[in-house]
């Protein structure tokens, strides 16, 4: 098995950073959508959800960082056009939103399909040894669950 610089198969260092250019395409449209959100809310909700969704998408503008210098970290080359990331996410886009509610269910529709995509890198990582990614994983997964739930609460739905 060739290994990489940093002692990991290359093979599996593919596969992995693969993966988190599908993670870093979904972020890219769950970002965009929260800007979108946090332009266009309206309603008696406006001061509680406006610096709300501020706080999420400087967030998400974090973690896509964090997940671009990952897959360059495993040799890869992060994704970083529009055309890229609109061929490869499937969190849904959210055009319009200002309904307080529609937002909300437009950040858990989002959060579950990154979490679904956490969720295989986790796995992957934790069968190559790759415990950079594996802990970036995880702490990913336990914030994004904890909002969920939150956003879910905010609802008055159960998870």
Known sequence: MK??????SEKDSKSI?????????????????????HWNIKGKRFFELHPKFEELYDDANEKVDEVAE??????GV???TFEDYI???KVPVGKNVSNDED???LIVDSLKELLIIERRILDASDESGDEGTNAMMS?????????VWMMKAWLAEEI
């Open 139 to 147: 702490d990913f997964i336990t914030e994004q669950e904890k909002t």
């Open 78 to 80: 992060p994704l970083h």
């Open 103 to 105: 937002s909300i269910r």
């Open 3 to 8: 290994l990489n610089s940093i002692g990991l």
């Open 70 to 75: 990952r897959i360059l970290t495993l040799g």
């Open 87 to 89: 061929k490869t996410s």
């Open 17 to 37: 950073s693969d993966d988190l250019n599908q993670l870093l395409a979904n972020f890219q449209r769950y970002y965009q959508n929260l800007r979108g959100i």
